[in-house]
């Protein structure tokens, strides 16, 4: 009975745990004054990550958009998350060029609402590893980030905060 029940409790550990790994997801916050907030999911794909969400409280326009080194939005202006992500000690860039930081997720647009909705597929992030994206902050910035300036796209002030959870464990 005893060996019954351990591998009913193995079973739904390993159920839950897989399940776990296939969403990650982050409930952003304002920062540095702004009304920024929204939510983004992560799931896997072919090669990497779909993310997709939607922001509101935005300036109309473009905003950088990036995954930060540390899990910590708590300073008022959201530095307190470090630096873009960049285990792979790259140039900065846009996502689709071969030399870019792990965090760069590119520009999101906001319509004349405020409102900007994220639908794209990342190469060579993931929900594990060295390459999971849980624990890391993701930043929406202020200004558009140009994909091309050092070390951080010239995007603005950081407008809103959340750190990558995995599915069902939402934290920021």
């Not at 939510?39 to 958009?65: S, W």
């Not at 300073?75 to 860039?93: E, L, M, Y």
């Not at 520009?107 to 590893?129: C, E, M, P, Q, R």
Request: hydrophobic share 40%.
């Amino acid at each position: 009975m005893k060996r019954h029940l351990a591998l009913a409790v193995s079973a739904a550990f390993v159920l839950a745990t897989s399940a776990w790994a296939a969403d990650a997801t982050v409930t952003l916050a304002a920062a540095s004054g702004s009304k920024a907030a929204g939510t983004i999911n992560f799931t896997k794909a072919d090669g990497g990550l779909h993310v997709t969400g939607d922001v509101t409280g935005l300036t109309p326009g473009e905003h950088g958009f990036h995954l930060h080194e540390k899990g910590d939005c708590s300073a008022p202006d959201a530095t307190s998350a470090g630096d873009h992500w960049n285990p792979g000690k790259q140039a900065h860039g846009a996502p689709t060029a071969a030399a870019h930081h792990a965090g760069d997720l590119g520009n999101i647009t906001a319509d004349a609402s405020g409102k900007a909705h994220v639908d794209t597929t990342v190469k060579g992030i993931g929900l594990d590893g060295e390459t999971s994206v849980i624990g890391h902050a993701v930043i929406v910035h202020g200004k558009a980030d140009d994909l091309k300036t050092q070390p951080s796209g010239a995007a603005g002030p950081r407008v809103a905060c959340g750190v990558v959870a995995s599915a069902g464990a939402v934290s920021h």
